[in-house]
């Protein structure tokens, strides 16, 4: 079992429809999580960060977290052809201040 | 959010010899400095992890004597490809966390440089 599982897709979404990402992880110790968007070439953008369960919204974007299902997703609504690429999902190794544990990103593709 | 300067972004290089990288942490210091390598389609993949004024610690199956990893300040570490070979060729990020933010500090990523030997 990977310790963060991503589905790599690709995940084919309508423009304007909402993209829904998942990702979930095996250390029940883990207390930060993050979302990164990368282009094809690019390196890791951060999108959104999340410490606490509950929905945390910025713009267009909605991460959730279920620590007890061990499960963190991201939602974007009104999906457009410019969020077209990986989205990583990366967590804290619990006991380390600074590991982070990645997920092998989910391909996501807006078609107009 | 922070700036993490990664330099050059491209490079090319004769086989056998060395290359050395650069990342910067602009506005912030960074203790710990992480090295990637991403092949193409594929996933992030941590090669090191360097800390300030002392050692890097490499992940399994990462030569060390290959990739040289110098930490020397707060905000400066550098990766050096030493004796470069063609199965080299890759994309190399490296990533910054600002500590004194604790453990929720997220993960700041240079630009990346694309390393390709001939």
């Known amino acids: 079992q990977k310790e963060v599982e991503q589905n790599s897709g690709p995940l084919s979404v309508p423009e304007g429809a909402i993209a829904s990402l998942n990702c979930t992880y095996s250390d029940r110790g883990s207390q930060s999580f993050f979302w990164y968007r990368q282009y094809s070439g690019k390196s890791p953008e951060l999108i959104m960060s999340?410490?606490s369960n509950g929905d945390k919204e910025d713009g267009r974007f909605t991460a959730q977290l279920n620590k007890a299902s061990q499960y963190v997703s991201l939602l974007i609504r009104d999906s457009q052809p410019s969020d077209s690429a990986t989205y990583l999902c990366a967590v804290s190794r619990s006991g380390s201040n600074y590991q982070l544990i990645w997920g092998a990103g989910t391909k996501l593709i807006i078609k107009p | 959010g922070a700036v993490v300067s990664q330099h050059p972004s491209r490079v090319i290089c004769k086989s056998g010899t060395s290359v050395k990288i650069e990342c910067r942490s602009l506005d912030f210091q960074a203790t710990t400095m992480f090295w990637y390598r991403q092949f193409p389609k594929q996933s992030l993949m941590l090669m090191a992890t360097?800390?300030?004024?002392?050692?890097?610690?490499?992940e399994q199956g990462v030569e060390k004597d290959k990739f040289l990893i110098n930490h020397a300040s707060l905000t400066l570490s550098t990766l050096t490809v030493t004796s470069a070979h063609p199965e080299d060729s890759s994309f190399y990020i490296c990533?910054?966390?600002?500590?004194?933010?604790?453990?929720?500090?997220?993960?700041?990523f240079g630009q990346g440089t694309r390393l390709t030997v001939v």
């Open positions: 990533s910054a966390r600002d500590l004194l933010s604790g453990g929720k500090a997220e993960a700041f």
């Open positions: 360097s800390n300030e004024g002392s050692k890097a610690t490499y």
């Open positions: 999340i410490y």
